[in-house]
């Protein structure tokens, strides 16, 4: 079976990171630009019902320091600003997981990117060593305090996603603020001077008391939700007695066959399929030998 896609895998643009230091450049860039323009919830301002970019220079004859340069695509170049630093009211605004649907891979790639970007910006008001306030340079990819000049960088929160089982049956967990009825893969943040590989381990222990016995990365999802970076893994467990945390209202081993059934019936839904979870859920369902074979190696 071919494994289904997720979200936010095009690889985007060429981001050409020098340039962020050279206004003179960026000014030149910014009079044929593409500009995505970002309000306070993170969503997408369109231009119009059919434009999801506004054109830079009709906006703003000179480049405003607040924008902040993305990259280019084919000679073509992208900025984004947020929505408060414009007059143009938008057509219409999208969300980041309706855009994943409807966009081309390429533009969403892009949302992803400013969307994460815009939002550490907006949380780097403020010196975290002497409180003063921050001044955006490198094109918005540095905050550096006015008073002790300490500059600071975008972050990006690394978690561990593990699709754990014995070969035959899945684990899943659920948390009680989500939709009735739905189920997932346990996953957890990635702590100071740990590895993804030992977040792994850790999480399981600590939410469903199993013990898991070795690991194997499978693939990873930018998730600007707002600042995310999900790591995937395959988990070899053996079944065994599930003791939850207080982080999980449930969490069960499910075979192949009840869980496809369950899902037939409408008796329990998974991730949605935007998300590298529905993505590790589906190829341990359809596991060819190949990654069969991870599930029965006691290495």
Not at 11 to 32: F, I, K, S, V
Not at 61 to 89: C, I, K, N
Not at 157 to 183: F, N, Y
Not at 257 to 278: G, R
Request: proline share 7%.
């Amino acid at each position: 079976m071919q494994a289904p896609d997720f979200a936010f895998q095009h690889a985007g643009l060429d981001r050409a990171e020098p340039m962020r230091a050279h206004p003179a450049e960026l000014d030149a860039a910014w009079q044929d630009a593409q500009l995505l323009v970002l309000n306070e919830k993170g969503e997408a301002c369109c231009y119009s019902a059919s434009e999801i970019y506004y054109p830079a220079s009709s906006m703003f004859l000179r480049r405003p320091e607040s924008a902040t340069w993305l990259g280019f695509d084919d000679g073509q170049a992208f900025f984004a600003l947020p929505q408060d630093t414009m007059v143009h009211a938008p057509h219409e605004v999208i969300s980041i997981r309706a855009a994943a649907v409807r966009w081309p891979a390429r533009d969403a790639a892009v949302f992803a990117q400013a969307k994460a970007i815009l939002h550490w910006q907006s949380q780097s008001k403020f010196c975290g060593r002497c409180g003063g306030f921050l001044d955006l340079k490198t094109a918005g990819y540095s905050a550096v305090c006015g008073d002790c000049g300490l500059a600071s960088y975008p972050q990006t929160h690394p978690a561990t996603i593990m699709c754990v089982s014995d070969g035959e049956h899945l684990l899943l967990g659920r948390q009680p603020a989500w939709p009735e009825k739905r189920w997932s893969l346990l996953a957890g943040f990635v702590e100071p001077g740990e590895t993804p590989e030992q977040t792994v381990v850790r999480e399981v222990w600590e939410e469903s008391g199993v013990r898991v016995e070795h690991v194997r990365y499978v693939a990873s999802q930018p998730w600007p939700m707002p600042m995310a970076l999900m790591v995937g893994f395959d988990a070899y467990a053996p079944m065994q007695a599930i003791h939850i945390s207080d982080e999980l209202q449930d969490a069960r081993w499910f075979g192949r066959d009840e869980l496809e059934a369950l899902v037939a019936a409408d008796e329990l839904t998974l991730p949605d399929p935007l998300s590298i979870s529905h993505y590790l859920i589906m190829r341990w369902l359809h596991a060819d030998s190949a990654i069969g074979e991870f599930w029965h190696t006691k290495a």
